[in-house]
C-alpha cells in the first residue's frame, strides 16, 4: 500500500488560511469516507484533528475542518495562530481493510 | 479518560526481535467497538501502521511488515503486544499504540487516543 501524497510544507501568517491536501486513489480516499487528521507538535504524540473527513472531536477548535473531493481530502486551518505550528497528518482506511498515512505536512506560521 | 503506555526494550540489536507492551487504562480492551493499533515513526520521518488487534485476536497487518510482525492481546491483563522480528536499523523508531475505531466488520477509522511513545533503537 503506497502512501498518501501530501504536500511537504505550508505557511501561512497569523491570522490566514491554509489548506493541506491528501492525495491517494479510489481504493483508499476515494472510496471511502473515513479519512482522519493528526496534528503533531515536536516530541509529543499526534493528535485527532478530524475524523470521517470532516468530523471534528469534542475539543478541537472550529478552526479545524476537513473536506473531500474524488481522491483528494483536504483539512483547513482558519485564522491561524502560532499553536497550530505542527506536522499534520493525513490517514485513510483502504479496501484491503489495512490503514495508511500521508507522508505528512510541515505548517509554518510565518 | 482512556490512556495508553507503551513499554519495552529501548534498544534491540540487528536480526532479534522487538517486543513491545502497551497498557490500556482508563476502559476496557474488550470492546466491540475498538480495534488496538500500533503505528512507528522513524526519526524525522512520517506514520507508519504497523498492525490493529480486535480483542477476540482478529489482527490486520501492514502488507510490508505482515512476514515479520505478530500482534497479540491479553484481556485480562488490559494489555496487547507487538512483536517484530529480524529487526534491522531501518526498524529504529518511535512506536505508538492506539486505540483504533472499529466503524464496521473489517471496517477501521480513526486512532484516538495515542500513547506517548517509545523510542527503539536497532544497534549492536
Known amino acids: 500500500q503506497s502512501a498518501l501524497t501530501q504536500p511537504a510544507s505550508v505557511s501561512g501568517s497569523p491570522g490566514q488560511s491554509i489548506t493541506i491536501s491528501c492525495t491517494g486513489t479510489s481504493s483508499d480516499v476515494g472510496g471511502y469516507n473515513y479519512v482522519s487528521w493528526y496534528q503533531q507538535h515536536p516530541g509529543k504524540a499526534p493528535k485527532l484533528m478530524i475524523y470521517d473527513v470532516s468530523n471534528r472531536p469534542s475539543g478541537v477548535s472550529n478552526r479545524f475542518s476537513g473536506s473531500k473531493s474524488g481522491n483528494t481530502a483536504s483539512l483547513t486551518i482558519s485564522g491561524l495562530q502560532a499553536e497550530d505550528e505542527a506536522d499534520y497528518y493525513c490517514?485513510?482506511?483502504?479496501?484491503?481493510?489495512?490503514?495508511?498515512f500521508g507522508g505528512g505536512t510541515k505548517l509554518t506560521v510565518l | 479518560q482512556l490512556q495508553l503506555q507503551e513499554s519495552g526494550p529501548g534498544m534491540v540489536k540487528p536480526s532479534e526481535t522487538l517486543s513491545l507492551t502497551c497498557t490500556v487504562s482508563g476502559g476496557s480492551i474488550s470492546s466491540s467497538s475498538y480495534y488496538w493499533g500500533w503505528i512507528r515513526q522513524p526519526p524525522g520521518k512520517g506514520l507508519e501502521w504497523i498492525g490493529s488487534?480486535?480483542?477476540?485476536?482478529?489482527?490486520y497487518y501492514n502488507s510490508s511488515l505482515k512476514s515479520r510482525v505478530t500482534i497479540s492481546v491479553d484481556t485480562s491483563k488490559n494489555q496487547f503486544f507487538l512483536k517484530l522480528s529480524s529487526v534491522t536499523a531501518a526498524d529504529t523508531a518511535v512506536y505508538y499504540c492506539?486505540?483504533?475505531?472499529?466503524?464496521?466488520?473489517?471496517?477501521?477509522?480513526?486512532?484516538?487516543?495515542w500513547g506517548q511513545g517509545t523510542l527503539v533503537t536497532v544497534s549492536s
Open positions: 490517514s485513510s482506511y483502504t479496501s484491503s481493510s489495512t490503514q495508511v
Open positions: 492506539a486505540r483504533h475505531s472499529r466503524i464496521a466488520v473489517a471496517v477501521l477509522g480513526r486512532f484516538d487516543p
Open positions: 488487534i480486535f480483542y477476540s485476536g482478529n489482527t
